[in-house]
């Protein structure tokens, strides 16, 4: 049976650290499924716009080689039942959520993988922001 693995995330300002991630989750399973946050969770998570809009985030997500499937991810609410509208056996998660998503543990296998190491998103804008 194929495995489907399930991640999450705003990927905005996509950098390598996004990259890994991707590609990490991926070698879990056969298929990869990931979850792009909408603007507006956004706006309610970090309280800032995100630089790129979802649209935009979805497509540079969706073109990436490691992905087969995109789709907004609306509410950090809804986890359980996007796990199960796509047959996901694996959630990865990278590990500033550990623990988080424990509760998910009798639906599917709940992985956190460690973050790469100094780079973000609010870093990149800064920097670029300050020349
Ligand atoms: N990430 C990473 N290394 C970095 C930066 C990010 O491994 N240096 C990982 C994060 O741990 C996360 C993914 O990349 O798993 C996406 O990061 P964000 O865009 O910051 O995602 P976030 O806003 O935390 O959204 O439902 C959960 C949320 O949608 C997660």
Not at 1 to 6: C, E, L, P, Y
Not at 28 to 55: H, I, Q, T
Not at 70 to 90: C, M, N, P, T
Request: hydrophobic letters at 45%; aromatic letters at 8%.
């Amino acid at each position: 049976m194929a495995r489907t693995v399930i991640t999450f995330g705003t990927f905005d300002v996509f950098h390598v650290g996004h990259l890994r991630i991707i590609e990490r989750a991926a070698s879990y399973g056969d298929r990869l499924v990931v979850g792009v946050s909408a603007d507006a969770l956004n706006k309610v998570k970090k309280d800032r716009e995100p630089v790129f809009s979802e649209r935009e985030r979805m497509a540079i997500v969706g073109a990436l080689e490691a992905v087969d499937e995109v789709f907004l991810e609306e509410s950090l609410e809804l986890k359980r039942h996007y796990i199960e509208q796509f047959g996901a056996d694996v959630l990865v998660m990278g590990d500033d959520w550990a623990g988080r998503f424990d509760e998910m543990k009798d639906l599917c296998e709940v992985v956190y993988l460690p973050r790469t190491p100094a780079i973000s998103t609010t870093a990149l804008i800064e920097k670029i922001a300050n020349g």
